[in-house]
């Protein structure tokens, strides 16, 4: 069992940037998939980015490309989403995710949210 609790978000004038943590209690193997998905309020939550265990290999959502990077610290357990040039669109409640199986399509443990907002 993998619990996930996030850290970091707060209020951000636009322009700013924020680092969002998501330690893991219970081993975080290296080859689990980690993602950090957002929901806004009134909206679906909606996948902001991702990476593939083991391999490295990170992807981001075009909304977010190059602005965002997930990186990961498989010693200390947690996952990382440095958020850059924020924009009010990103205000959400960011959720980070664990997938046993990265080739699985369902994310098998869930955080519970950090609120991000972004004033304009």
């Known amino acids: 069992q993998v619990q996930l609790v996030e850290s970091g978000g707060g209020l951000v004038q636009a322009g700013g940037s924020l680092r969002l943590a998501c330690a893991a209690s219970?081993?975080?193997?290296?080859?689990?998939?980690m993602g950090w998905f957002r929901q806004a309020p009134g909206k679906d939550r909606e996948f902001v980015a991702r990476?593939?265990?083991?391999?490295?290999?990170?992807y981001t959502a075009d909304s977010v490309k190059g602005r965002f990077t997930m990186s990961r610290d498989n010693a200390k357990d947690t996952v990382y989403l440095q958020m850059n040039s924020l924009k009010p669109e990103d205000t959400a409640v960011y959720y980070c995710?664990?997938?046993?199986?990265?080739?699985?399509?369902?994310?098998?443990?869930w955080g519970q949210g950090t609120q991000v907002t972004v004033s304009s």
């Open positions: 995710a664990a997938k046993i199986n990265p080739a699985s399509g369902t994310f098998d443990y």
């Open positions: 219970g081993h975080m193997y290296s080859n689990y998939a």
């Open positions: 990476d593939s265990g083991s391999d490295g290999r990170t």
